[in-house]
């Protein structure tokens, strides 16, 4: 048997692609839908029109997309500048920023018990002379709390006046220990050293500026050994007790960066160090804890105070822009890049991270390329609406004019081939075998990207549906329906495309009358593979007209009884 081509034989590698013959054109920057042939003023606003980018260079530069595995963008637009500067226009570069991962949790203000100052009694006595009366009271360093009367501390302060008398180092130290050990401050110890006289009532002072957190005395109470009399509390910093969840624990170290706000106060991004990731996990809430230390110089910050706590985690230089630049889309996310002279054009770009406004770019774009802050949603509107326009030329034209190549040609016969080859085993009485029809499938992988918005983009996927459908073909019928399916999805291409290249090399389109249904041959005799149906050859036309047969239509007198 022979075909139109060898079944067998395909042509991969193909490197032209079509081009549409076009005339340049020509729009108005204001409105776009107005489009003329030559150059000008636009009739509704008076400004000069500007060249509209051409098919052919819309098709190359996506054909270029393609090859690069990038989608392609849409059209570019020139805007007269007065435009732009009555629409305000801004752009910014695509820069390096370094930030990372936000973890966002929330915690609680605490005391930093390293700044806490307990004083305890170590011997019996009575309070006197109480200074401050009550917890919050404010004290400095150096500021007499109060007294203490201790039969216990007047021994050992005799003794201790005594050793200095006698001038023996070994008696002043062992006495000076004691007192010190009996809870006796140092400064106290130097003033009787300077004095010479024990004290009646021994005071104590504040060795810390701060708060007064804690008081369990009141004048004339007895204090007992090992009773907390007075908690003083400095806030210069405090403690930020934070919540972070499981999951995020791994990715916190001490050298994370953390920034606290507290809402109730009207603080944000206060900056803070991690003092401790706490090693265990509270089996209720499925949560860790970190303690930040915050400073506090104005006193502000109170415990029990909510704050909002973020970690930045993976920092790193990354290519960025304004978030605000990003257009959303079903298709991805877009930007609006400024080419200068007033041509801007919308590309797709993969984002990444985003962080205080700004947003990370993977993927389509590079340092420095001008960017369209504000505005860009009219610019982007523009250019989707000139596209439209453009795609609608595109679709609109005829079969007839597009400039296939001649290894394009031959994977599209590669279709043709696959009708030949199921007619021929059908009327030989023989099941077609889908391995056969296998490199025809495939040729849409190839073509598709190059012929997309033309007529051709649906004739070709009707074709490569109806080949895929009969992957699963068991009977004759399902054949002879397949058959038909991939005939008169070829028909708008074999009568309006390249007619004459068919004529030519012998091929005849048939259809079964009575049951509306085609084939293709190469024989002279009709050959029915449908079994049924009177034959009725479609004759090739003398002229391609400007548009093709629709799918389904035979040409009237198109036919002739095959007898």
Same mark, same amino acid.
């Given at each position: 048997?022979?075909?139109?081509?060898?079944?067998?034989?395909?042509?991969?590698?193909?490197?032209?692609?079509?081009?549409?013959?076009?005339a340049?054109?020509?729009?108005?920057?204001?409105?776009?839908?107005?489009?003329?042939?030559?150059?000008?003023?636009?009739?509704?606003?008076?400004?000069?029109?500007?060249?509209?980018?051409?098919?052919?260079?819309?098709?190359?530069?996506?054909?270029?997309?393609?090859?690069?595995?990038q989608?392609?963008?849409? #059209?570019v637009?020139?805007?007269?500048?007065?435009?732009?500067?009555? #629409?305000?226009?801004?752009?910014?570069? !695509?820069?390096?920023?370094?930030?990372?991962?936000?973890? @966002?949790?929330?915690?609680?203000?605490?005391e =930093?018990?390293?700044?806490?100052?307990?004083?305890?009694?170590?011997?019996?006595?009575?309070?006197?002379?109480?200074?401050?009366?009550?917890?919050?009271?404010?004290v400095?360093?150096?500021?007499?709390?109060?007294?203490?009367?201790?039969?216990?501390?007047?021994? !050992?302060q $005799?003794?201790?006046?005594?050793a200095?008398?006698?001038?023996?180092?070994? /008696?002043?130290?062992?006495?000076?220990?004691?007192?010190?050990?009996?809870?006796?401050?140092?400064?106290?110890?130097?003033?009787i050293?300077?004095?010479?006289?024990?004290?009646?009532?021994?005071?104590?002072?504040?060795?810390?500026?701060?708060?007064?957190?804690?008081?369990?005395? /009141?004048?004339?109470s007895?204090?007992?050994?090992?009773?907390?009399?007075?908690?003083?509390?400095?806030?210069?910093?405090?403690?930020?007790?934070?919540?972070?969840?499981?999951? %995020?624990?791994?990715?916190? #170290?001490?050298?994370?960066?953390?920034?606290?706000?507290?809402?109730?106060?009207?603080?944000?991004?206060q900056?803070?160090?991690? *003092?401790?990731?706490?090693?265990?996990? %509270?089996?209720?809430?499925? #949560?860790? @804890?970190?303690?930040?230390?915050?400073?506090?110089?104005?006193?502000?910050?109170?415990?029990?105070?909510?704050? *909002?706590?973020?970690?930045?985690?993976?920092?790193? @230089?990354?290519?960025?822009?304004?978030? %605000?630049?990003?257009?959303?889309?079903?298709?991805?996310?877009?930007?609006?890049?400024?080419?200068?002279?007033?041509?801007?054009?919308?590309?797709?770009?993969?984002?990444?991270?985003?962080?205080?406004?700004?947003?990370?770019?993977?993927?389509?774009?590079?340092?420095? *390329?001008?960017?369209?802050? &504000?505005?860009?949603?009219?610019?982007?509107?523009?250019?989707?609406?000139?596209?439209?326009?453009?795609?609608?030329?595109?679709?609109?034209?005829?079969?007839?004019?597009?400039?296939?190549?001649?290894?394009?040609?031959?994977?599209? *016969?590669?279709?043709?081939?696959?009708?030949?080859?199921?007619?021929?085993?059908?009327? &030989?009485?023989?099941?077609?075998?889908?391995?056969?029809?296998?490199?025809?499938?495939?040729?849409?992988?190839?073509?598709?990207?190059?012929?997309?918005?033309?007529?051709?983009?649906?004739?070709?996927?009707?074709?490569?549906?109806?080949?895929?459908?009969? $992957?699963?073909?068991?009977?004759?019928?399902?054949?002879?329906?397949?058959?038909?399916?991939?005939?008169?999805?070829?028909?708008?291409?074999?009568?309006?495309?390249?007619? =004459?290249?068919?004529?030519?090399?012998?091929?005849?389109?048939y259809?079964?009358h009575?049951?509306?249904?085609?084939?293709?041959?190469?024989?002279?005799?009709?050959? =029915?593979?449908?079994g049924?149906?009177?034959?009725?050859?479609?004759?090739?036309?003398?002229?391609?007209?400007a548009?093709?047969?629709?799918?389904?239509?035979?040409? $009237?007198?198109?036919?002739?009884?095959?007898?």
């Open positions: 048997m022979r075909y139109l081509i060898p079944i067998l034989f395909l042509v991969f590698n193909f490197m032209a692609f079509p081009a549409v013959a076009q340049e054109k020509y729009t108005c920057p204001m409105h776009p839908h107005y489009v003329a042939d030559r150059p000008g003023t636009c009739p509704i606003c008076g400004m000069d029109l500007v060249a509209l980018e051409t098919d052919e260079k819309a098709d190359n530069r996506a054909s270029d997309k393609m090859d690069k595995g989608s392609p963008t849409r #059209t637009v020139t805007i007269d500048p007065e435009t732009i500067q009555n #629409t305000g226009v801004r752009s910014e570069n !695509a820069q390096m920023a370094s930030f990372g991962t936000l973890v @966002r949790s929330y915690g609680d203000v605490a =930093n018990v390293r700044l806490q100052f307990d004083i305890s009694a170590r011997v019996e006595g009575w309070v006197e002379e109480l200074k401050t009366q009550a917890v919050g009271d404010n400095k360093t150096g500021d007499m709390l109060f007294k203490l009367y201790s039969p216990a501390l007047i021994s !050992a $005799q003794d201790y006046v005594s200095l008398q006698t001038g023996i180092a070994g /008696r002043i130290d062992s006495a000076f220990k004691r007192l010190v050990s009996l809870g006796m401050q140092k400064r106290a110890v130097e003033e050293r300077s004095s010479r006289k024990p004290f009646k009532s021994v005071p104590y002072y504040a060795e810390i500026d701060g708060l007064i957190s804690a008081i369990n005395v /009141r004048e004339g007895f204090a007992k050994p090992g009773m907390n009399l007075m908690t003083l509390q400095n806030y210069d910093s405090v403690w930020v007790d934070v919540s972070v969840a499981e999951q %995020d624990i791994p990715f916190i #170290t001490k050298q994370t960066i953390a920034k606290v706000s507290l809402p109730a106060l009207g603080m944000t991004d900056a803070a160090s991690i *003092d401790y990731i706490y090693p265990t996990i %509270d089996r209720g809430t499925r #949560t860790g @804890r970190i303690r930040l230390v915050l400073q506090n110089a104005e006193g502000k910050l109170l415990p029990g105070a909510y704050a *909002d706590v973020e970690f930045e985690t993976g920092v790193k @230089r990354r290519l960025s822009i304004p978030s %605000d630049a990003i257009l959303k889309s079903k298709d991805g996310d877009f930007v609006v890049v400024a080419l200068g002279l007033g041509r801007f054009e919308p590309r797709r770009i993969l984002s990444g991270l985003r962080y205080k406004g700004r947003t990370e770019v993977l993927e389509g774009l590079s340092e420095g *390329d001008e960017i369209v802050v &504000s505005g860009q949603f009219l610019i982007d509107s523009e250019s989707a609406l000139r596209e439209s326009f453009r795609k609608m030329e595109r679709m609109q034209m005829p079969l007839s004019l597009l400039e296939v190549s001649s290894d394009q040609l031959a994977m599209i *016969d590669h279709l043709v081939d696959a009708a030949v080859y199921i007619q021929q085993e059908l009327v &030989s009485d023989r099941t077609p075998r889908t391995n056969m029809i296998m490199p025809a499938i495939t040729l849409g992988d190839h073509l598709m990207p190059v012929f997309r918005g033309t007529k051709l983009q649906f004739v070709l996927q009707d074709a490569e549906a109806a080949l895929k459908k009969a $992957q699963n073909n068991v009977t004759d019928k399902e054949w002879q329906q397949t058959l038909n399916a991939l005939v008169v999805a070829l028909k708008p291409w074999l009568l309006g495309g390249k007619p =004459n290249h068919y004529e030519s090399k012998g091929l005849k389109l259809m079964a009575g049951l509306e249904r085609y084939w293709l041959q190469l024989e002279d005799e009709a050959m =029915n593979p449908y049924a149906g009177h034959p009725m050859q479609v004759e090739w036309p003398d002229k391609v007209e548009e093709a047969p629709k799918m389904n239509e035979m040409p $009237q007198g198109g036919a002739h009884a095959n007898h």
